[in-house]
């Protein structure tokens, strides 16, 4: 696989990619492998007994015979939610007993829908996630620029760069590119290359095109158009496999690839880890005291659990604050 996931280590055959709602269920027992990376997580294994774990399984294929055969319009949200809800302690089970991602969108495809998402990541780590990443973004991302225009960024003429195109694209087509622009400064003053978190690929490219250019596997927003931040189409690719589709925004879109990393139990890849925990600690505010989500050893570049990277940004910002205000 190409993410490393904090999961059982047997290894997991690949399904058909066919959607399937007739599974067997395994009956969690107190021998059970469980996972290893409850990192940041309040409810990461809910108690689940052979007296649930029939009865729910019946729920899930319910839900499979929805998602299948019922127009999305039709669907019936406040039920699904419910079922979603019902059903958390065995989603957890399948995800944290390591099965793969396609093998998990074939038995919970609501799961992998905005709703579906945001509502597991909350009864998993009891954040609503798209709204925590909007109201930090309306309230830092203004002056983490202006941080970077500043020569002590060392990244001034990068970020000017990135927030002229900005304007120019948000002036041209209405397009809201503030928020991509924002994440491009970071990445850039991390020195972490764009493509270790966005895929762009051509307006056309259909679900397949779309895997085979995810040669490596990572977790990633796929831009559909020339650049991220002229992106109007967004869709979610994690281990080779499109997870989510037609997303029109990008802060819907980054909110979705920050879930996945936890619901799934995806270590930070190494190229966008300082990224990726900046956006944890700044914009999510998950701080553990202990532990790491990055997919790397960093015995001398960490204070403590944090990437001593990001603690400078932070540390800079600090400062910034207090003399700028």
């Known amino acids: 696989m190409g993410v490393k996931m904090g999961v059982k280590t047997s290894d997991v055959g690949e399904s058909s990619g066919k959607r399937n709602d007739s599974q067997e269920v395994q009956v969690v027992g107190e021998t059970s492998k469980k996972k290893v990376d409850s990192y940041g997580c309040i409810n990461f294994s809910p108690s689940l007994n052979s007296d649930t774990a029939e009865s729910l399984e019946e ?143 051509d307006d056309t490219s259909t679900r397949a095109e779309v895997e ?28 080779r496999v499109v997870v989510m589709s037609d997303l029109t925004s990008f802060i819907t879109s980054l909110s979705a690839l920050f879930a996945l990393f936890y619901i799934l139990n995806i270590q930070y890849q190494h190229g966008a880890s300082a990224t990726l925990e900046f956006i944890q600690r700044c914009f999510v505010g998950i701080n553990p005291n202990r532990g790491s989500k990055s997919d790397r050893k960093r015995k001398s570049s960490c204070a403590g659990s944090v990437n001593a990277k990001v603690l400078r940004l932070i540390n800079q910002m600090a400062n910034f604050e207090w003399t700028t205000c």
């Open 59 to 201: 729920i899930r294929e319910d839900m499979c015979r929805k998602y299948n055969n019922q127009n999305p319009k039709d669907h019936d949200w406040e039920m699904i939610e419910t079922q979603l809800r019902d059903t958390y302690s065995l989603q957890r089970y399948n995800i944290n007993e390591g099965e793969s991602v396609r093998d998990l969108l074939s038995k919970w495809p609501f799961l992998f829908t905005e709703r579906g998402l945001f509502l597991h990541f909350k009864l998993l780590v009891g954040l609503d996630i798209r709204n925590t990443i909007c109201e930090a973004f309306s309230k830092k991302a203004h002056r983490l620029n202006k941080f970077f225009k500043t020569e002590e960024s060392g990244i001034c003429k990068e970020a000017d760069e990135i927030i002229k195109e900005a304007k120019a694209q948000s002036a041209k087509d209405s397009v809201i590119a503030w928020l991509p622009a924002n994440i491009l400064a970071i990445m850039k003053y991390f020195s972490e290359k764009e493509e270790q978190l966005f895929l762009t690929v």
């Open 212 to 239: 085979a250019a995810d040669t490596d596997g990572l977790p990633r927003i796929v831009c559909s158009g020339r650049s991220v931040m002229e992106a109007k189409k967004f869709r979610i690719v994690v281990d």
